[in-house]
Nanobody, 122 residues
Framework: QVQLVESGGGLVQAGGSLRLSCVASARFSVYAMGWFRQAPGKEREFVTAIDYTGVEAYYSDPVKGRFAIARNNAGNTLYLQMTRLRPEDTAVYYC????????????????WGQGTQVTVSS
């Protein structure tokens, strides 16, 4: 099973930026990948996904225009560049392999890591 380790989270002021990384223990070039987040007391939600080639990316409405997903298959690494952060972005962020078809995430694999905490202060 692929092991995923997220990093790069931290405390940042509103309007600031963070870059998250997700490193896989094995080659993940065959998988579409995505980022998810979970705020305290809330269900995990989809944030963004990228196809296995890195050509197509998709974003949830709250992060469109502010976040950018990228991948380096040679390095088995997924990134999330977060800009113009808002307090409502505060959550634990997770990466995972996903099933991406027709521009829609149809499901995910069970490769959840520990996540990385992002806290945005007002």
């Amino acid at each position: 099973q692929v092991q995923l380790v997220e990093s790069g989270g931290g405390l940042v002021q509103a309007g600031g930026s963070l870059r998250l990384s997700c490193v896989a223990s094995a080659r993940f070039s065959v998988y579409a990948m995505g980022w998810f987040r979970q705020a305290p007391g809330k269900e995990r939600e989809f944030v963004t996904a990228i196809d296995y080639t890195g050509v197509e990316a998709y974003y949830s409405d709250p992060v469109k225009g502010r976040f950018a997903i990228a991948r380096n298959n040679a390095g088995n690494t997924l990134y999330l560049q977060m800009t113009r952060l808002r307090p409502e972005d505060t959550a634990v962020y997770y990466c995972n392999a996903v099933q991406l078809e027709g521009g829609v995430v149809r499901g995910h694999y069970d490769f959840w890591g520990q996540g990385t905490q992002v806290t945005v202060s007002s």
